[in-house]
């Protein structure tokens, strides 16, 4: 069963920045799409940062040109570096991953494994 094993987060004014990291293990596909999604109280799940097996990176429109995601040489290490943190970004944030393919990014959303989540708050 595929871990995902997520550390950063935590409480950010608002303008300051946090970074998560993610590290997954313990899957069987050789290509995937990896990143992160995330959930507020009473919203539905979002797509906030995602790259996919060519490295093609994917972001919510609300989060370009503040977050990156990177990842390292060894494909199964993501990072998200959230820059410029506003109330909204507060959610629960999930590192999530899903079998290549032309629809990843979207699929990983509701189908892709994803870890125990880690707290981002935000302050004004």
């Known amino acids: 069963r595929v871990q995902l094993e997520e550390s950063g987060g935590g409480s950010a004014q608002t303008g300051g920045s946090l970074r998560l990291s993610c590290v997954a293990s313990a899957y069987t596909y050789s290509a995937f799409c990896m990143g992160w999604v995330r959930q507020a109280p009473g919203k539905q799940r979002e797509r906030v940062a995602i790259?996919?097996?060519?490295?093609?990176?994917y972001y919510h429109d609300s989060v370009k040109g503040r977050f990156t995601i990177s990842q390292d040489n060894t494909k199964n290490i993501v990072h998200l570096q959230m820059n410029n943190l506003k109330p909204e970004d507060a959610a629960m944030y999930y590192c999530?991953?899903?079998?290549?393919?032309?629809?990843?990014?979207?699929?990983?959303?509701?189908?892709?494994?994803r870890g125990q989540g880690t707290q981002v708050t935000v302050s004004a």
């Open positions: 999530a991953i899903h079998p290549a393919g032309a629809w990843c990014p979207d699929h990983l959303v509701n189908q892709g494994s």
């Open positions: 790259i996919d097996a060519d490295g093609a990176t």
